[in-house]
């Protein structure tokens, strides 16, 4: 069984660094294409679709590939829940915390600011998606238009943030950057250093440099992004993150059979840290740049996407396909609870935000210490690792969802 955990583990580890490398591209590809839209907007957008691919594929997986446990209806999906609840989770606080001890730790800036304005939107956004999948889920039947509506929120809110970009843009009268106009960072330095040699960076060589290092900016633009391979750029590091993750779902599977864990609470701490690779590193960046807004913004939309899309859209499919998800008490009890967790974690965590002038490190450890609270009350969880530590707060949270009952029409 520890030669089987181990090599489970190297494979988890090794879809990281994937994901890692392809997010990489991503980012590239995604900064050129919404080199229009506004501070705020892209990182909740752009940056936060593109990053949340693998809480995408990770649901589509768990719902087509993995078999689930026979005695857990539902269990596939709750692996797919698990998965997006704990990167939202991860997204949350992990990311924020990150973003200003990089920005402080650098001595790139004495504070950090965020707009209240992209907090409270998002926020709210955010929490409106959380509490009607609550009302879903509790029920323990789940259908395609369960997942339709879950989709509607996230159109609603990426409409809202276009038309309000639009109206801003015309009151200061800003104009579109063209791709000429458009010049990366990375690629000015490139420019500007002595020994480029842009045939090099065209031959056959260079290509297999790309492909070896998982350098798929060097592989596809190679030379000049234009608007054609910024967008295959963009396609091929989603279907690398895509592969990624096909790695990810079947090792955790493995995993659990191995440690005799069922495959939610892999899901929940192992997989949900793993496809949370590229929001933390789309989020650093866009923060060492000083695009504070990007940053968090990047994060919480990141959140909206995963609960909205990246489990309405795979929820859509499945029950189109191989009829409405019935959920066991048991597993319908797992994932209510977590998503009582994640709203009450959301709160706090907006609440942090906004409050206050400025995000420091003070708030950053207490981010922190949200995650290792979260840790803690999962690995507690009787089915988990045989612990009954948490069993009070899960009996707290069951009778929480019990009072929303009423509101379950659909169920009656």
Known sequence: MLVEVLIYTVFIVLTCVIIWRASDGFEVASEFLG???SEGVR???????????PELFATILFLFIVEGDPDEQGSNFAGGIGTTAGSAVFNGVIIPALVILTVLGAGLATQVNVTKKVILRDGIALLIGELILILFIGGGYLDW???VALMLIYVVYVTYMLTSMRRNRAKEGLHKISAEEYE????????????????????VRSALIGLATL????LVVQREMRTLNAWILLILSMLVIGGACFLLVHSCEQLGEALNVPIYFIAVILASAATSVPDTILSIRDARKGNYDDAVSNAIGSNIFDICFALGFPL??????????VMSDSTAANVTQLQLIL?????VAVAIFYLGKSLGRLKAFGLL???????????????AFGMDYSDGISNFLLQIDSSLDGLRFWTK
Do not use: K
């Not at 990182?43 to 691919?53: E, Q, V």
């Not at 859509?316 to 998800?325: E, V």
């Not at 709203?343 to 709160?347: C, D, F, M, P």
């Not at 210490?369 to 089915?383: H, K, M, R, S, W």
């Open 35 to 37: 080199r229009n839209l």
């Open 43 to 53: 990182g909740a957008t752009i940056n936060a679709i593109g990053s949340s691919m």
């Open 145 to 147: 238009w369960h997942g």
């Open 184 to 203: 990366d960072p990375e690629e000015a330095a490139e420019e500007a250093a002595e020994d480029i040699n842009p045939e090099l960076e065209r031959s």
């Open 215 to 218: 350098d798929l900016e060097l």
């Open 316 to 325: 859509m499919l499945y029950t189109l396909i191989q009829g409405p998800i």
């Open 343 to 347: 709203v009450g974690i959301t709160v």
């Open 369 to 383: 210490a949200l995650y290792v609270l979260f840790v803690a009350y999962i690995v507690g969880d009787p089915e």
